[in-house]
């Protein structure tokens, strides 16, 4: 079993920054992806980066040169830096983790506001 926790959401003005944290516990050798998803009201769950065993990273096209993902494997932690907000990344956020056996984890999801 694996558990997740995240930290870091609030609310910024368009513009600003906010720095996302997940520290997953837990049998945690068999993750081999951390990546961070965001869902608005009414939309689906979409994937807003995610990093690999292998240090590989992928981004959303909305968020690519605005947003960078980093993690410390000693830690099982993943970070989401967040700069040049925008009033449509306001969403709940969410750190989800993959293990070997493609079962998924989640954390209860932190809400970010970037207002205009």
């Known amino acids: 079993q694996v558990q997740v926790q995240e930290s870091g959401g609030g609310t910024v003005q368009a513009g600003g920054s906010l720095r996302l944290s997940c520290t997953a516990s837990g049998r945690t050798f068999t993750l081999y992806a951390m990546g961070w998803f965001r869902q608005a009201p009414g939309k689906e769950r979409d994937l807003v980066a995610r990093?690999?065993?292998?240090?590989?990273?992928t981004y959303a096209d909305s968020v690519q040169g605005r947003f960078e993902i980093s993690r410390d494997a000693a830690k099982d932690a993943v970070y989401l830096q967040m700069d040049a907000l925008k009033p449509e990344d306001t969403a709940v956020y969410y750190c989800?983790?993959?293990?070997?056996?493609?079962?998924?984890?989640w954390g209860q999801g932190i809400q970010v506001t970037v207002s205009s």
């Open positions: 989800g983790v993959t293990g070997y056996g493609g079962i998924d984890y």
């Open positions: 990093i690999w065993l292998s240090g590989q990273t």
